[in-house]
């Protein structure tokens, strides 16, 4: 079966794990952006037709599962994308903390859009306390960052095995 068809289902099987299981396991107060994760992946280990496309397909179902506006997600992984292209190109090898910390700003720019729309739609700026949980998941997922690119790159072995049986 062809590679290129079976990493977006991939993704869309992380993208409904991560709104079904971990939503419910954090009890809504972190939510774990384990797509960000594979969407900076995908930047840095990917080409742009392979990783761009599980990309899209998992921005599209998270604005479809999640989103209350309209092509957030895909927006946002795809400016997640292209950055981490232009950085893959200037960062030589896996440097951890680059990584780490490409991860975790990533991850407070989503927080900056976000209250940006919101207080573009009603016009309410959002109370300061909701900043605490924010930093909380971007360390999170600033830790996770390195045991989950291992996990994709087994996953990514796995499939280019399959292929060239």
Known sequence: MNRHFLFPTFA?????????????LSSGIIRIELSLVLVIYCGF?????????????????????????????TSFYLIVFLAA???????????????????FVCSLFQWVLITLLYWYST?????????????????????LVQPLFAVFRICEEVLHAEQEQ
């Open 45 to 73: 280990n990917l080409d742009f037709f392979k990783g761009g496309l599980p990309v899209v397909i998992m921005g599209v179902c998270l604005d479809a599962l999640v989103s209350n506006i309209p092509f957030f997600y």
């Open 85 to 103: 292209k232009v950085a893959s190109f200037r960062v030589y090898g896996e440097e951890f903390f680059f990584i780490m910390a490409f991860a």
């Open 123 to 143: 016009g309410i700026i959002p109370p300061i306390e909701s900043a605490g949980p924010v930093l909380l998941q971007a360390l999170l997922i600033a830790c």
């Open 12 to 24: 869309l099987v992380f993208i409904i794990l991560q709104v079904t299981l971990l939503d419910a």
